[in-house]
């Protein structure tokens, strides 16, 4: 009786201790879920806008499909050798790289040349700011728009300044850079903002020693403003380099890829091949080529990282 009622008692005992553990567990999973839970619709987001159509254009890079987009023979690596193959997209590969570098290179040295412009103390240099980002609040099929009246041979303001009648946008010899020269200016006010913002960080006591010691203002620019402006400037690079890639509305607005395959890029060559042609095999393979250029670049600028940047 004796041992019963004691058995009784240690069970009534843990009891609440077993609660109080269950409580806990319960507790601790929760708190370990929550930052799951919130993240889920994020994932949700990404899974259908980013990476089902991902899976989905590297799924049909291998297959020839019908008007509809629907898969219907296995091809293979057909669809890319078809590519290297033609002509036609050897050229979009070698003007997509010759505006890439171009867009690249100066629109990175205009930023840095406005960013400095801004930075300069003084009355007349307090507007600056506002009007170099004013290409980033501009929309790009407006000055796509814009910049083709601008250009036109015959109304145009630009060969009236220049009194000449340049062909700009149908000589195929100057098209393409006169496109690139137009996202110059585009992409010149991201990178104002960005470069602009770096400079502010940089150390005035630095700058002021170097004065002392009588450094002028390009070794100044040299030795320190650009290695304390360097993770910056890394970051717009990586920021270009995707941007000049992708470039389309442009060259969709203004060119149509013309004249003939002059201004033609990876892109729009996409665009082409999927919606006018609906051969969207050929084009899914022209993404993933794409996607490998600008992963392999940038994982290159990565591995470089440390000899680039420097962040003391």
């Not at 980033?136 to 630009?158: C, N, Q, R, W």
């Not at 002392?212 to 030795?223: M, N, P, Q, T, W």
Request: net charge positive; aromatic share 16%.
């Amino acid at each position: 009786m004796q041992n019963s009622m004691e058995a009784k008692l240690m069970l009534q005992q843990a009891k609440p201790a077993a609660r109080m553990a269950a409580k806990q567990a319960r507790k601790k999973w929760t708190k370990f879920l929550f930052p799951y839970l919130c993240l889920l619709p994020a994932f949700l987001c990404f899974a259908v806008f980013q990476f089902f159509p991902f899976f989905r254009t590297l799924y049909l890079s291998f297959f020839l499909t019908d008007s509809e987009g629907r898969a219907k023979a296995f091809r293979g690596l057909k669809n890319f050798t078809m590519l290297f193959l033609s002509e036609n997209y050897r050229q979009v590969m070698q003007n997509t790289f010759l505006f890439a570098g171009i867009v690249i290179v100066f629109s990175l040295f205009l930023g840095f040349l406005t960013a400095n412009l801004a930075n300069i103390k003084g009355r007349g240099f307090r507007m600056f700011p506002m009007l170099f980002t004013m290409p980033v609040a501009a929309a790009a099929g407006s000055v796509s728009l814009l910049f083709e009246k601008m250009f036109d041979p015959t109304m145009g303001i630009v060969n009236k300044l220049l009194h000449t009648d340049i062909r700009w946008f149908s000589d195929p010899n100057i098209a393409l850079y006169t496109v690139a020269a137009i996202t110059v200016w585009m992409m010149s006010g991201s990178n104002f903002l960005y470069l602009y913002a770096g400079l502010k960080n940089v150390p005035k006591e630095l700058l002021e020693s170097a004065e002392v010691d009588g450094a002028g203002g390009f070794v100044k620019i040299l030795h320190i403003t650009l290695p304390c402006l360097s993770p910056m400037v890394f970051f717009v690079l990586i920021t270009d380099i995707i941007a000049a890639f992708q470039a389309f509305t442009q060259v969709q607005v203004i060119t149509q890829g013309g004249p003939g395959n002059a201004t033609s890029v990876m892109v729009y060559s996409i665009y082409r091949d999927a919606f006018f042609n609906f051969r969207f095999g050929p084009a899914a393979a022209q993404s993933v080529l794409l996607f490998a250029i600008i992963f392999v670049i940038t994982l290159i600028q990565f591995k470089n990282e440390k000899r680039m940047v420097h962040y003391e």
